[in-house]
């Protein structure tokens, strides 16, 4: 893009009361065909602790070359040296008016990280790339007998077929090892197929055919329809490079009016941090309607580990990405050794939780004694010794438990989040709309949920992704929940299901006190609510509508409506149920002991004693 605005970078210090601190202005135009040097020339003039960068409308291209580097530690991502561009670090406060700019990135980016920031404030502007980093074609044949698929890659994709492999993104000599997890999605609606599994392509050889067509040669269990747009993103060790926005340790966070239309990774990730809002906010394509794209960011749209205080997400939508919407969780580590009465050390389990930073000193910490899955003693953090990305040894202030053994988890106390969600759309991606995994007060009110897989998903997990947080408070009221939980595997409108290793008593309850009420339900197939080790569920005044449709049939039409195992008081009253069904409650015999039905929506309990 030629120069047609003359650069404007103003470094001023605005005084506001004798009292204040001094803020520093950085004032951009897009001036130049690479801005990377430019905001990198005007950061490193900033000399005050309050900052503000004022954009001016217009398409703004940042490109790698010229890139802050540096070795980072990115949760749910790859750890490694990164390409910054907005390298936000240590100030007390940061403000980004957007005033509508568009931000292009080039190739392996990290387009913005705020750390240890006390003020955080992004408004009105949106990320995307010149190039994505999936590859999306149009399956044009199948034969599942040769195990074979013929595709056309559709416009805007960059790859080259070579060594009988495609190779993309084909950008600054960069390529993912293989195709890897692929995913068919609808040309028209931009949706996930209906029925479709996600899959690892890693084909056998790619042949080059007539009129740019290629044969890809792989047996699969899954081949994608004919007519449909098959997208991969490469291989997982290197399809998370950064996300958009990573907030770590930092507070006092608000992103308003901000759109990504894609990302490497995440769309927002916040690591640690306290009292975040997103508002008026987004995660989707940025021609859906027109355009050749089926996918914004790669990962989950937006993702919170450890954060405390107070997370609102309002008026936003989230849609076409290659993961959850929401994802509020802790994290859990294991005790690998006890080094003494006051002191142990822990082991970071999940190869993309490395480095992060778990407990600090005066954090307050669950102890969890397997096989009680409980959190059941607590302790006060005194020090912190990171031995490397892997291995922490913390010292408490009193003496550790008694019962405390190698392979018990700790589970960080203090940061825990409040979560509200009012007024979103989340939907037309892999994965769930939201996943919920904090003890304290949750509500999801008035949104709009059209998921793959489950609109709500509670599942802590005490092995492989090691992220805790059995719930305690949790409202779903007032929402819409429309054609969900269409994948191939079977999921349900809300699953609770806790995935605990077998060291763990699998019987114990897990999740408490979640309130499903008042909700309008659309749905084509059977399952609303699956719920496993629940104590307290109440569901209460829901409008359930089954509906037939040849384009969207059900799937396991065998499967009930509700279905709870291991559970109790459990609760279903004054709820309406349209279409047909052959079960409506199926309980086991410990859930039915205290199970309670009004009986309005016909049929009875059927108790399955197995």
């Not at 065909?33 to 000399?47: F, G």
């Not at 399956?139 to 009988?164: C, H, M, R, T």
């Not at 970071?348 to 004694?369: C, N, P, R, S, Y």
Request: charged share 25%; hydrophobic share 35%; glycine share 6%.
């Amino acid at each position: 893009m030629k120069s047609i605005v003359p650069l404007i970078v103003i470094l001023s210090c605005l005084f506001f009361t004798s009292f204040s601190k001094a803020t520093q202005v950085i004032h951009l135009s897009p001036s130049a065909q690479d801005m990377t040097p430019v905001l990198a020339k005007a950061l490193a003039s900033v000399t005050e602790s309050e900052l503000k960068i004022v954009l001016d409308k217009g398409i703004y291209h940042f490109k790698p070359d010229y890139a802050k580097s540096g070795y980072r530690v990115i949760t749910n991502h790859g750890n490694g040296v990164k390409k910054v561009i907005f390298s936000l670090e240590g100030f007390d406060s940061v403000e980004i008016e957007g005033n509508g700019a568009e931000l292009v990135f080039h190739g392996q980016l990290a387009p913005f990280q705020f750390y240890r920031n006390n003020k955080v404030r992004v408004s009105d502007l949106s990320i995307d790339w010149d190039i994505p980093f999936t590859f999306t074609s149009e399956v044009l044949a199948v034969n599942s007998e040769l195990g074979w698929i013929d595709i056309k890659p559709l416009p805007g994709n960059s790859y080259q077929v070579k060594n009988g492999q495609i190779l993309f993104p084909n950008v600054d000599g960069f390529n993912y090892e293989y195709l890897g997890s692929s995913l068919a999605f609808e040309p028209v609606q931009k949706r996930v197929v209906h029925g479709a599994w996600d899959f690892k392509s890693k084909p056998d050889r790619v042949q080059k055919r007539e009129n740019g067509v290629l044969r890809i040669h792989e047996k699969l269990k899954y081949y994608p329809p004919v007519g449909s747009w098959l997208n991969s993103k490469g291989d997982r060790h290197n399809d998370r490079y950064a996300p958009a926005f990573q907030v770590r340790n930092s507070k006092n966070i608000r992103f308003d009016g901000v759109k990504v239309h894609h990302a490497l990774g995440m769309g927002f990730l916040f690591e640690r941090s306290e009292n975040i809002e997103i508002l008026n906010s987004g995660v989707l394509l940025k021609d859906k309607k027109n355009g050749t794209r089926v996918i914004s960011s790669t990962a989950d749209a937006t993702h919170f580990a450890n954060c405390k205080g107070d997370i609102l997400i309002e008026n936003s939508r989230f849609e076409n990405m290659l993961d959850d919407g929401v994802n509020v969780h802790g994290t859990y580590v294991m005790v690998e050794s006890l080094l003494s009465d006051k002191s142990v050390r822990v082991e970071l389990k999940h190869f993309e939780q490395q480095g992060f930073e778990f407990a600090a000193e005066g954090d307050e910490i669950w102890f969890v004694h397997q096989p009680d899955v409980h959190r059941r003693t607590v302790n006060e953090v005194t020090s912190v010794n990171r031995i490397n990305e892997r291995f922490i040894e913390l010292s408490f202030k009193d003496s550790l438990p008694s019962q405390l053994q190698v392979g018990d988890l700790l589970e960080n106390k203090t940061w825990n989040p409040n979560f509200t969600m009012r007024g979103n759309s989340i939907g037309d991606h892999r994965a769930r709309s939201i996943v919920l995994k904090t003890p304290k007060e949750i509500l999801i009110e008035d949104n709009h949920l059209y998921s793959m897989m489950s609109c709500i998903f509670m599942r802590g997990e005490s092995f492989y992704w090691y992220e805790s947080g059995a719930v305690e408070d949790v409202t779903i009221r007032n929402n819409v929940f429309e054609n969900c939980a269409y994948s191939g595997k079977e999921h349900a409108v809300m699953y609770i299901t806790p995935r605990l290793g077998k060291s763990f008593d699998s019987t114990q309850f897990f999740d408490s006190n979640i309130r499903f009420i008042n909700n309008s339900v659309t749905t084509f197939d059977n399952r609303i609510v699956w719920a496993d080790r629940v104590d307290g569920l109440i569901i209460e005044g829901n409008k359930i509508t089954k509906i037939v449709d040849e384009a969207k049939p059900p799937l396991h039409p065998n499967s009930p409506v509700f279905e709870f195992t291991n559970s109790k008081n459990v609760e279903l009253k004054g709820n309406r149920y349209i279409g047909d069904k052959k079960q409506l409650i199926k309980a086991d015999s410990r859930s039915s002991e205290s199970l309670k039905y009004d009986g309005s929506m016909g049929q009875k309990i059927e108790v399955n004693k197995e």
